[in-house]
């Protein structure tokens, strides 16, 4: 079992930057991957950002390349999201996930075996 809290949303204006971080609990942090989704009101949620076991390897959405930076701290048992030059279409609940899979970087929603309860993301224009 896997545990997962989120904490670090809020509101921030447009062109500014949060650092949202997951703690997990339970099972061995460097036995998984992470990754961080996120859902907007009336659409699906979708992927942000994905990060293997050790950290080694990471993979974004087109929409957050550039802008977001996901990475962990095994010893901390915790992933980050460093987002940067937010923008209003980044307003969203923003959830971490564990993937079992300890290598992959999946886009995948299903692949995905443990969540938070997420943490809501405001960007005002």
């Known amino acids: 079992q896997v545990q997962l809290v989120e904490s670090g949303g809020g509101l921030v204006q447009a062109g500014g930057s949060l650092r949202l971080s997951c703690e997990a609990s339970g099972r061995t942090f460097s036995s998984y991957a992470m990754g961080w989704f996120r859902q907007a009101p009336g659409k699906e949620r979708e992927f942000v950002a994905a990060?293997?076991?050790?950290?080694?390897?990471?993979y974004y959405a087109d929409s957050v390349k550039g802008r977001f930076t996901i990475s962990r701290d095994n010893a901390k048992n915790t992933v980050y999201l460093q987002m940067n030059s937010l923008k209003p279409e980044d307003t969203a609940v923003y959830y971490c996930?564990?993937?079992?899979?300890?290598?992959?970087?999946?886009?995948?929603?299903?692949?995905?075996?443990?969540w938070g309860q997420g943490t809501q993301v405001t960007v005002s224009s």
């Open positions: 990060i293997n076991w050790s950290g080694g390897s990471t």
């Open positions: 996930a564990a993937n079992l899979r300890y290598y992959s970087t999946s886009y995948h929603r299903n692949e995905y075996d443990y």
